[in-house]
């Protein structure tokens, strides 16, 4: 109400404290809720209903992904006794994904976005069919499952990045850190919700009933994605076929790449964290020997639970300015918490290591992606995408050969603490000699600063 409004009609008289105290009510009630909303979830993208058909379909691919990696991981332990053997399985999925998550990336840029996820989730889905009947079959034999999680790597790798690049055309450029923080906690909610479940699926039914749930969950999957707007080509691809140009496309864009230093900074860094931290591969030695069999579910989800909960109070990572240095304290942070895990004879206390390195993980994944989408042209993103997934999924696959091979030759203990305190090292030579990194601050933040300062 104006102030002449109140003059000509002054209704029921108030005292000027009483005024006060409203107002100052008022005002106190935005403060609080900007307060909580730098702690809390910034969960603004989910106004946007293209968002959510997008959040589910990645939640329920996620979810179905982590229970066949849970099932494979008890699979080929139960029929070699071997973490070495269990390691050399990531090698089965790292070469396929090398090579079809590039094209994907690539194929992400010269045909629409949503119909390559579809067809390529399909696809994925056919495969846990396929492992589903091999263990139904009782085959037990550790070269075809590894030639099938070949196949469903393939598949998988040819959708992730596609699904990565439609993120910045379904929401404003100002939610992109709020939106990659939910993501990578939807992933973490996965790694919880996924290897828990098989767990109990594996104890209580065997392995097949986790290859034949992600079946089911994918194809519920390509469900949400039917609803998610058509997104035409981001380049002209002059008459070439989409393969040809994915190629070509994908060589130019390791050529852009050379040119961006904070990007291939970036990828070195998770490279690092991944490779050298990365513990899934003795989790069913440790679970046999340490913790007790009715762990392993426990192990596989630790790192998530902690990437959940950092998640649901992550309002302050949307206010982070000093992105850069962000990401190496947080990687040096993952690998203090592997070091200590490695010593740990308690599943609690191997719980809450893990849990530490899973939110210092959630903190650096949200910021790299961020950097990503934000530096990188539309007509690129997919080509940047499908490296980012490269590395953000092969990084693991490397790491959990390393510690197999480490964990056989010496021991678990001994493979897990020294790749952390590498991690450590490493961050620390980064910081003191790539300053670029270290000093990164995204444009938006840039911007503030110098208009804060009069530039």
Known sequence: ?????????????????????????????????????????????????????????????QVGAQMTIVAVGVQVWQMTGSSAMVGYTSLWVLVPLIAFGLIGGALADTVDRRTLVIWSTLLTALTSVLLYLQAFLGLKNVWVVWVLVALQSAAAAAYRPARAAMLPKLIPEALIPAANTIASSTMSASMIIGPLVAGVLVA???????????????????LTLIGLPVMPAAQDTGGRSPIRTAISDTIDGFRYLRTQPLLSMQYIVDLIAMVFGWPLAVFPALAESRFGESSIGWLYAGASIGAVLAGLFSGWISH?????????????????????????GDLVLALVCLAVAGAADLVSASLRMTMLQVLTPDEMRGRMQGVFMVVVAGGPRLGDVRLGLMASLLTPTVALWSGGLTIVVL?????????????????????????????
Do not use: C
């Open 1 to 61: 109400m104006s102030q002449s409004d109140s003059s000509s009609n002054p209704g029921p008289t108030t005292s000027p404290d009483a005024a006060d105290a409203t107002a100052s009510g008022r005002q106190a009630e935005p403060r609080k809720l900007r307060r909580l909303s730098r702690v809390t979830m910034d969960t603004r993208p989910f106004r946007y209903v293209q968002f959510r058909r997008l959040f589910f379909g990645n939640l329920l691919t």
């Open 204 to 222: 209580r039914f065997g392995v097949n009933w986790a290859y034949l749930s992600e079946a089911a969950l994918l194809a519920l999957a390509v």
């Open 320 to 344: 982070i300015t000093r992105h850069g240095a962000t990401i190496i304290v947080s990687v040096a942070v993952w690998g203090i918490a592997i070091a200590a895990f490695a010593f740990t």
């Open 427 to 455: 961050m620390v030579v980064i910081a003191l000699t790539f300053g670029l990194l270290w000093r990164y601050r995204p444009p938006s933040a840039a911007g503030e600063t110098n208009a804060a300062s009069g530039g």
